[in-house]
């Protein structure tokens, strides 16, 4: 089981910006799909997007799942993997979490293994 940890989430104005951050001190990430996801309160968790470990088919590796204000990205060398998000709206305000997984790297949140406890952000004026 691996231990992740997100931080990053903080309270930003409408239009702003934020890079979230996950790691583990277990193991290295990089043999991992790394998987991001949020949830609002009375909502389902959505998935954002995955970084692969190469290890999955081409079509589902290091995919974006909500488009245009989203990124994912690795740092290896860290071990730390990367949620940028862009141009934040109200809409974004949720716990955002990062999973890993061996063999998958879509948008299901039940294909994944070890969750973090999330990181909140905020979106308000």
């Known amino acids: 089981q691996v231990q992740l940890v997100e931080s990053g989430g903080s309270s930003v104005q409408p239009g702003g910006s934020l890079t979230l951050s996950c790691t583990t001190s277990?193991?290295?990430?990089?043999?991992?799909?790394v998987g991001w996801f949020r949830q609002a309160p009375g909502s389902e968790r959505e998935g954002i997007g995955c970084t692969s470990n190469g290890e999955v088919p081409s079509w589902s590796s290091d995919s974006i799942f909500i488009k245009g204000r989203f990124s994912v990205s690795r740092d290896s060398a860290r071990n730390i993997v990367y949620l940028h998000a862009n141009n934040l709206t109200p809409d974004d305000s949720a716990v955002y979490y990062c999973?890993?997984?061996?063999?998958?790297?879509?948008?299901?949140?039940?294909?994944?293994?070890?969750w973090g406890q999330g990181t909140q952000v905020t979106i308000s004026e």
């Open positions: 277990d193991e290295k990430l990089d043999g991992y799909n």
């Open positions: 999973a890993t997984s061996r063999l998958y790297c879509g948008r299901l949140h039940r294909m994944y293994d070890d």
